[in-house]
């Protein structure tokens, strides 16, 4: 837990409501956390499903780890220190905009189980659905269009999880998606349905 080093501040409570923005928006705030390897699919997959519910007149919005990593988060690195600081804000930040009634699609890493169980803390019950999207090292391997694995294992790139740093995989995830095994338009169609069979996206 993050240490509150900020004295005399105090929590504002606001006039309008969670349930009054999504009244509004006609649909339930929600962070939804893909988590996997490094090109398992989770920017993929949270792209397609936010064009998906845009079609759909849901408001939705994807935090992905790189383009995160360029403005709050530039200042960290990839040591598990940086990683564990870094996950802690995109949580805030996914909560504040879960709160403003979002559906809000994240894709991180976000390798130790102990980070993202505290993310799911700071959200109420129902407000996180950790989505693993699975693959194997070996299928990330061959979707390497970025060259990563290949530097990892010339040993360019320190601490790149799947090689040199561990993945801690998801014991109870609300959703399993293994993009080996199916298209991205199936991955898209059972990560949207699971929101709408759970009261995400309204009537």
Known sequence: MAEQRATNITWHSHHVTREDREKLLGQKGVTVWL?????SGKSTIAVAAEERLIARGRLAYV????????????????SPEDRTENIRRIGEVSKLFTEAGVIVFTSFISPYRADRDLVRG?????????????ASVETCESRD?????????????????GI???????LSPELVIDTSAEPVEKSVERLVTYLAENGYLGS
């Open 63 to 78: 935090l992905d780890g790189d383009n995160v990593r360029h403005g709050l988060n530039k200042n960290l690195g990839f």
């Open 145 to 161: 269009v970025k060259g990563l694995y290949a530097k990892a294992r010339a040993g360019e790139i320190k601490e790149f999880t």
């Open 164 to 170: 040199t740093a561990p993945y801690e995989a998801p």
């Open 35 to 39: 988590t996997g390897l490094s090109g």
């Open 122 to 134: 700071i959200h109420e019950a129902g407000r996180f659905v950790e989505v693993h999207v699975a």
